[in-house]
């Protein structure tokens, strides 16, 4: 319960928060997120948790290795991503808790699926072995690396002894809250935990807090918190206010909540007394170190219909339900007031599905299909197909109408969005990330649906849960394609039925779009009118960044660079070595005047050279994956939750969309910035996963020729040597 609570106190500062049931045994966290939860009852295909991820990583390891190999970090770090078991937790209105601007996220990885299945899985799982064979010490540090994209992880697990134990208090946490009741076989046990997690992690913190004490008895009560106090001084950080700490933190019985599960923040406002929330604040704000001192701004819609879905699952003692305290209808109405259908009529539910022009017959086959099948469910589902290769120019403006809706024509906004990805659907990215922008990156809402090789997709699809078919053969008919389809519209069907009572409509608020130029003033620092913070990172995933056309921009970019801001770009395609040289070439020789003007002359070659040693190393990478069809974006102030700012670039066009805020931008950026490796010497060319130039040196002689092509009107020796020893890590010829 105080987890859950606190959890929420993070959230609703503007933290992102990873939540993981640990407590395997007796899991329960799901009670209090049930009414941000699609599946409350954990019993859905989708509901899978930590258990399943151990499970399925030991039966990775279990597969043997070929006779003098073994498992690599890198082969750790590929299955230690326990967020993809995770599900968002989402207000009753189905949007994202972040959908308020003023909220972070919470992302909560269940026990597992609660099924019949899942106490034998639980009791017959083997952790000893999972650590003697198959590496468990180095499988769980990789899965700690990874909550990097985290402000906060919140792990609930047992106070006692147990298979998990150790993994929840030693090997995981930074610190570790150890909760205790008021009598003497509480605290000592809870010390002796405190003292087994002191021997093996010195460095650790450790908070004590008294749970459900009872005022009613003060002379026992302030007895056995001087007991407590006397037992835990030595677990204290010694800076810590011991006095102030003691008095700060225990949570208060209140006898009501023993009978239900719910969140203080809900029940009850900040300030009010007979209620845990102050508790829940003073715990948070020791947690975050004084992040999160109190409960963030929650709107009062937002409350109530939280509230009435708690007391659903509240008994009134004869097996029913007690009254409900219902939200006014236009605070969560479904649909805007100006909407042509939130005048009491039925609402369709839409799914825009994307296609290539050849795969036009097989998209209707779906069609057909999804509708056939939605029939005997009752929902009124709206499927409209579409492909933007006939008319490139109007994309942005159609496809805003397709997501958006437009009442002057009663089409219906897009709640759902599908794309059948084959070899020839380029540009389907775009409309994926778009409608992804729109609802908040709610993935369960987005059907990826595929006939490629693993190998052949897009990087950006890593971590989908793809929905793979075969295509039919060549000159096959609709009989045909039906069978193609049949399986997958039927999994697409589940989940919107599953989905159907939290969809609200794709909100964009209108589209923002700005040009290559308008992209590029904002790239600037924020004492000069711009968006960039000190020190900050900017990430460039395009084939043509502004800077290769603009001069003025280039100098831009060099006097960020020359201020302590790092530039990261991410190219796809090994063909583009000339563009890379003519971009390495602009960034070290444009540069402003004392004015801040564009100097007409160009860096000399001394000057070039100085750049490059003093900047371009240290601040500028440039990653090569060579994998098909990203979308391109750029990510101002990449690494800053607070102020992180992702800009898609429009197929065929020069226009850019804001795509996205916060922490959704750093959750792209970094899994970007994941592919990259580590390098000793530091280059400009980082080895990624997938492509180190400097190992294949024929790549690498043509990406030196395409560099020097560029810079040979001011080689000269020191030059020439500053710049291979920058782009590679040595001298080349």
């Avoid at 151990?54 to 597969?63: Q, Y």
């Avoid at 778009?434 to 595929?450: E, I, P």
């Avoid at 020359?562 to 070290?588: C, K, Q, V």
């Amino acid at each position: 319960m105080a987890l859950a609570n606190v959890a929420f106190v993070l959230a609703s500062n503007k933290q992102r928060v990873l939540v993981i049931d640990w407590d395997l045994e007796a899991p329960g966290l799901h009670r209090y997120f049930s009414p941000f939860l699609a599946d409350s009852e954990l019993t859905g295909d989708d509901s899978q948790g930590l258990l399943e991820f151990v499970l399925e990583f030991a039966l990775r390891a279990a597969i043997p290795l070929p006779k003098g190999q073994s498992l690599h970090d890198e082969w750790f770090e590929k299955h230690a991503d326990i967020s993809r078991w995770s599900q968002p937790l989402c207000w009753p209105s189905g949007t994202l808790l972040n959908s308020d601007p003023s909220w972070g996220a919470i992302d909560f990885v269940p026990a597992g699926r609660q099924n019949r299945q899942y106490a034998e899985r639980v009791n017959t799982f083997d952790w000893g072995g999972l650590y003697r064979q198959f590496h468990g010490t180095k499988f769980f540090e990789a899965v700690k690396r990874k909550f990097i994209k985290y402000d906060y992880v919140l792990i609930d697990s047992r106070t006692g002894v147990s298979d998990t134990s150790g993994i929840c208090t030693v090997q995981m946490p930074d610190t570790v809250v150890l909760c205790f009741t008021l009598n003497k076989q509480s605290i000592t046990g809870a010390a002796a935990v405190a003292a087994s997690i002191r021997e093996q992690q010195p460095s650790g913190g450790i908070l004590p807090i008294a749970m459900r004490v009872d005022g009613s008895e003060k002379r026992l009560a302030d007895s056995m918190k001087r007991y407590a106090r006397e037992t835990f001084s030595n677990f204290l950080n010694p800076s810590l206010d011991v006095d102030r700490y003691w008095f700060e933190m225990e949570v208060p019985y209140l006898p009501r909540y023993a009978y239900a599960e719910v969140l203080a923040p809900f029940e009850e406002q900040t300030g009010i007394s007979s209620s845990l929330l102050p508790s829940m604040e003073r715990l948070t704000n020791h947690v975050s170190a004084g992040r999160a001192p109190q409960m963030g701004p929650l709107t009062e819609a937002n409350r109530l219909a939280v509230l009435a879905r708690f007391q659903k699952t509240w008994g009134d003692g004869n097996g029913g339900s007690v009254q409900q305290v219902e939200p006014e209808p236009a605070q969560v109405a479904w649909l805007p007031e100006n909407s042509p259908r939130s005048s009491g009529e039925e609402r369709p539910l839409k799914l825009l599905l994307s296609h290539s022009k050849a795969s036009r017959s097989l998209a209707q086959a779906f069609r057909s299909q999804l509708l056939r099948l939605m029939k005997p469910y009752g929902v009124n589902l709206h499927v409209e197909t579409w492909t933007d290769t006939d008319t490139p120019t109007l994309v942005l403006e159609r496809l805003a109408t397709h997501i958006q809706g437009d009442g002057d024509n009663d089409l219906p906004a897009a709640d759902f969005f599908a794309v059948l990805l084959t070899r020839d659907c380029a540009n389907c990215l775009f409309e994926l990330g778009l409608f992804l922008g729109a609802t908040n990156f709610d993935k369960r809402r987005c059907f990826v649906m595929s006939s490629l090789p693993p190998e052949q997709l897009p990087s950006d699809l890593a971590g989908w849960n793809l929905l793979r078919f075969n295509l039919p053969s060549a000159g096959s008919g609709r009989e045909e394609h039906l069978n193609t389809v049949k399986d997958l519209a039927r999994e697409v069907r589940d989940q919107i039925y599953r989905l159907r009572e939290y969809i609200v409509r794709a909100k964009f608020g209108g589209l923002r779009t700005i040009t290559g130029g308008e992209l590029a003033q904002l790239e600037r620092p924020i004492e000069q009118g711009g968006q960039l913070e000190e020190f900050a990172e900017v990430l460039i995933n395009r084939g043509q960044p502004v800077e290769l056309s603009q001069r003025e921009h280039a100098a831009r970019v060099a006097s960020n660079i020359e201020a302590g801001i790092s530039y990261r770009y991410f190219f796809h395609d090994l063909s583009a070595y000339p563009i890379i040289g003519r971009l390495l070439f602009r960034l070290a020789s444009e540069s402003f005047d004392k004015d801040n003007q564009l100097n007409k002359a160009l860096r000399s070659s001394s000057e070039i050279s100085g750049f490059i040693r003093d900047h371009l190393t240290a601040q500028v990478s440039i990653s090569l994956l060579p994998s098909p069809g990203p979308i391109e974006y750029s990510i101002h102030n990449a690494s800053s939750p607070d102020s992180a700012a992702c800009y898609l670039r429009v197929p065929f066009n020069s226009q850019f969309v804001a795509w996205c805020n916060h922490s959704d931008a750093v959750r792209i950026g970094f899994e970007m910035k994941d592919e990259d490796e580590a390098c000793e010497p530091i280059r400009i060319f980082r080895p990624t996963k997938k492509f180190d130039i400097n190992k294949d040196l024929a790549e690498r002689a043509k990406l030196w020729a395409a560099i020097k092509k560029q810079f040979f009107k001011l080689a000269d020796d020191e030059l020439q040597n500053a710049l291979s020893v920058a782009c590679f890590g040595e001298i080349l010829e």
